[in-house]
């Protein structure tokens, strides 16, 4: 299994971006999928999540309204659409799966296989 995030990049605030992870060796519409963050000198959280029962969606407060995650089934892909970026939100992101059930988690030692990470900076 194998996960290739993509998309990270310099924005300044207001701005947006399109996070995408590409996945092989699995589907990702069979687990659920989700993204994190690390920003330096903190813990990684759980930016956001969709649950394979029954679709349903997770978001951090901090993000919630501004960001949007979805799967791509056609191209085995999970993406994060970020807008209205703050300084707040520079971070490592990670692409995710959990294989172990299908609900959602905000706790990243559930989560089995993981992307590279992909850096996002939001400066003026």
């Keep these: 299994v194998q996960l290739q995030a ?9 701005g947006s971006l399109r996070l995408s992870c590409a996945a092989s060796g699995i589907t990702v519409n069979g687990y659920a999928i989700a993204w994190f963050r690390q920003a330096p000198g903190k813990e990684r959280e759980g930016v956001s999540c969709i649950s394979t029962s029954d679709g349903s969606t997770y978001y951090a407060d901090s993000v919630k309204g501004r960001f949007t995650i979805s799967r791509d089934n056609a191209r085995n892909t ?16 990670y692409c995710a799966i959990k294989v172990i059930s299908p609900w959602c988690s905000g706790n990243s030692y559930e989560f089995d296989y993981w992307g590279q990470g992909t850096l996002v900076t939001v400066s003026s």
């Excluded at 993509?6 to 207001?14: E, H, I, L, N, Y």
């Excluded at 999970?78 to 992101?93: G, H, S, W």
């Design 6 to 14: 993509s998309g990270g990049g310099s924005v300044q605030p207001g």
């Design 78 to 93: 999970m993406n994060l659409r970020m807008n209205r970026l703050k300084p707040e939100d520079t971070a490592v992101y």
